[in-house]
């Protein structure tokens, strides 16, 4: 069936340091993907709506210049946390939907963020 | 904006059913979805209500009522492996999903 995959999957980087966390679908295209974070014990808050061709939609709250995020292709989506600082720290996971009725929704396996 | 609730945890012996409710207040709705997220994995979809009534599928059902903004899960046959938090998310407009809090529902022998 449909995969959307994250990579990588656990990523630690330098405070101060950027990184990034790609997002894709593999056997369909996407012109919309989504951009969660999850705090430990949390639930999944929306980030981002990742839009083909155009800029990405932030959700309130969200830094724009600080998570930077690129929908080049139809299956790929990259979300960038620049100048990372610890409180970044957390589990970020990607979500597609396959069809036009975006009944079917899929999420990539997450990438968890350490910043030291 | 959005409200979802849902209660925080539940304990079930194997075996047994298990019911967790979901409430929601939305600027639109546009289906309800149910996902179950071990810990330190992604989501992984359960089931998808956007009229009134009972979905069956399997061990799982879910039950959605619009007028009353009032969703619920049952799990049967609890097993050990159904150990795991439980996620009620809305869909608004655009695909958009918001979730509430999760469910962490311990299995007890």
């Known amino acids: 069936g449909a995969v959307v995959s994250q990579h990588p999957s656990w990523v630690i980087c330098k405070s101060g340091t950027s990184v990034k966390i790609e997002c894709r679908s593999l056997d369909f295209q996407a012109t919309t993907m989504f951009w969660y974070r999850q705090f430990p014990k949390q639930s999944l808050m929306l980030m981002a709506t990742s839009n083909e061709g155009s800029k990405a939609t932030y959700e309130q709250g969200v830094e724009k210049d600080k998570f930077l995020i690129n929908h080049a292709s139809l299956t790929l989506s990259t979300l960038t946390v620049t100048s990372a600082h610890p409180e970044d720290s957390s589990f970020y996971i990607c979500?597609?939907?396959?069809?036009?009725?975006?009944?079917?929704?899929?999420f990539g396996e997450g990438s968890w963020l350490t910043v030291v | 904006g959005q409200n979802i609730d849902q209660p925080t945890e539940m304990t079930a012996t194997e075996g047994a059913i298990v019911q967790i409710n979901c409430t929601y207040q939305t600027s639109g709705f546009n289906g309800l979805f149910w996902y179950q997220q071990h810990a330190g994995e992604a989501p992984t979809f359960l089931s998808y209500n956007v009229l009134d009534g009972l979905e069956e599928k399997g061990r799982f059902s879910s039950f959605l009522s619009r007028s009353k903004g009032y969703s619920y899960l049952l799990l049967k046959e609890l097993q050990m492996k159904d150990s795991a938090s439980y996620l009620c998310?809305?869909?608004?407009?655009?695909?958009?999903?918001?979730f509430g809090g999760g469910t962490r529902v311990l299995v007890k022998p």
């Open positions: 979500s597609a939907t396959q069809d036009s009725s975006g009944n079917t929704i899929y």
């Open positions: 998310a809305v869909r608004a407009a655009g695909n958009k999903l918001t």
